[in-house]
């Protein structure tokens, strides 16, 4: 029961490992551009991702489990903002999916505890597919000028001596 619970929970932090690494590297690419509201919606999720690695960690450790810290994937060299937000929506979709399933398998093995977290990973992962979703609605309804505008919003920040938006 709990081997394969420490399994999946595993798999989970390999994945959310990945996706911090890969939601920073965007940050830092978008933060040098001065997209502000793209960069810091990467880093927030970022941020987010590793606090789910930290409740994986604990429920494994809870179940006597070794937490293995190797990301699932390597970052991808993605420089275009609507690819990074493509790949964004991808990785979320398919956490979502694999906590679903991950989610019934651990009630199967009744740990219903362990369901009950990749439940609520689930919710947040649907929030962050939104997020990047209706970034990408917005660069496909506004496109380049989209992304001038939070580089011209940093500029007059900038030059009037206030600190960029957080």
Not at 62 to 77: D, S, T
Not at 82 to 103: G, V
Request: aromatic share 8%.
């Amino acid at each position: 029961m709990k081997e394969k619970s420490i399994e999946l929970l595993n798999k989970a932090v390999a994945d959310e490992l990945s996706a911090v690494h890969q939601y920073m590297y965007f940050h830092f690419h978008c933060d040098n551009l001065g997209y502000d509201l793209i960069s810091n919606l990467f880093k927030m999720t970022a941020i987010q991702e590793m606090l789910h690695v930290e409740k994986l960690a604990d429920r494994i450790l809870f179940l006597k489990g070794e937490v293995e810290m190797k990301p699932a994937e390597e970052v991808k060299k993605i420089h275009d903002v609507k690819e990074m937000l493509l790949l964004a929506t991808q990785m979320e979709q398919s956490s979502q999916n694999d906590y679903n399933l991950w989610a019934n398998e651990c009630s199967k093995n009744a740990d219903s505890v362990s369901k009950k977290l990749f439940e609520l990973l689930v919710e947040d992962e649907e929030r962050h597919f939104d997020q990047f979703d209706t970034e990408m609605e917005n660069l496909i309804k506004f496109g380049d000028n989209y992304l001038a505008l939070q580089s011209i919003e940093r500029s007059k920040s900038r030059s009037t001596g206030r600190p960029p938006m957080e």
